[in-house]
């Protein structure tokens, strides 16, 4: 018989499982809870039946197309069964997103990215929910575009642009891998455009800053640390991160080895007086823990996003808008450039990676120079907090 709709809702579910015939050997399975499809052959003399899909998610047509593909198949010597055997098997092993995510962050992210911590918070409050217990093969670039929108509608814009580029670096890892044939974040763009920030703060907004930290609803680490962060223009991640032991209070500098820098290049930040202050009120309040500004949870150091989550939270209590640890570290380099100081030794201040030749060849460590650099930016900060004419506390410098 040919089967219609009709006649297959007409087929009532039981206990007892048959099978109604239709034509060429393709039939219907009714069970207790389900109705499938079913295709009946012979292979090499022998009868063999193979499950085509269930019914009413495999419509009338639909069936009798894969029952037709698999007669094309016995008509070209193979055995259309043990195909899709292999391939339901293949799909039972394929990697969860949850799986995937763990190879991610222990084979990539782990020994390769400074972020790897920030990777991981991200896929585990957004990506692991939606796609956790589906197959990394079946995430389209629909199922992307649409965890973002949902990241969108809660007003988390950067975060749906960050969440995109680590999601983008998981597929990519996954082909690297030949875990994915190919990544589903083809052809899809940031959902927010991103302008480079320029924000300076003015002598005001710093006074404003340094000041209003006092009363600022953060811990005493927190607070210390983005001081620290404007006193030595230094990264937020190097800065909250980083343990006594990396300090020389004698020799009055601070060395951060390459494994900690972020361009994999140790740095030596000669300390200011205001510096030197400000480091010893944190070691002093660290007490025991190994720790320049270790969390008040566990013995860790802070993370950077409790930084953060600290200033935007105290932003109306220090009487200011739209600023974030970075524009501390951009300041302070625009403002010592401002007191005469050329950009190779802001440069080296900020430990950036020189391109050409000439940086080959030129090893000098520049710390007589980032000492002299540093310790005027000491004393215009110190001026500026104080409300003094910067004129009189310090000359022009020149050439430095």
Known sequence: MA?????????????K???????????????EKRKSWVYMYRFNGKPRM??????????????????????KLLEDGFDPGSGLVAARKANREAMTVSELVEEYLEKWARPRKRS?????RMLRKDVIPAWGDRKAKDIKRRDILTLL?????????????RTLAVIRKMFKFAVGRDILDASPCHDIHAPVPENQRDRILTDEEIRAFWLGLDNAGMTHGVRLALRL??????RKSEVVSAPKSEFDLNAKVWTIPADRAKNKLAHRIPLSPMALEIIHEAIAAAGDSPWLFPSPFKDKPIIPTAVDHALRKNLPKLGLENLCPHDLRRTAASLITGLGFNRLI??????HVERGVTAVYDRHGYDDEKRMALDAWS????????GENMAKVIPFVKGA
């Open 3 to 15: 089967f219609t709709d009709a006649k297959i809702r007409a087929l009532k579910l039981g206990k």
């Open 149 to 161: 929108d949902s990241i969108l509608e809660r007003g988390a814009t950067t975060t749906a642009n």
């Open 50 to 71: 193979m499950t085509l899909g269930a019914y009413p998610v495999m419509g009338v047509a639909d069936a009798n197309l894969k029952r037709s593909e698999a007669q």
């Open 116 to 120: 790897a911590k920030e990777d991981e």
């Open 229 to 234: 962060l404007l006193v030595t223009a230094q």
């Open 17 to 31: 499982r048959s099978i109604e015939w239709g034509d060429d050997g393709l039939g219907i399975r009714v069970g």
């Open 346 to 351: 802001v440069s080296k201040i900020l430990n």
């Open 379 to 386: 004393r215009k900060l110190e001026s500026i907090i104080n």
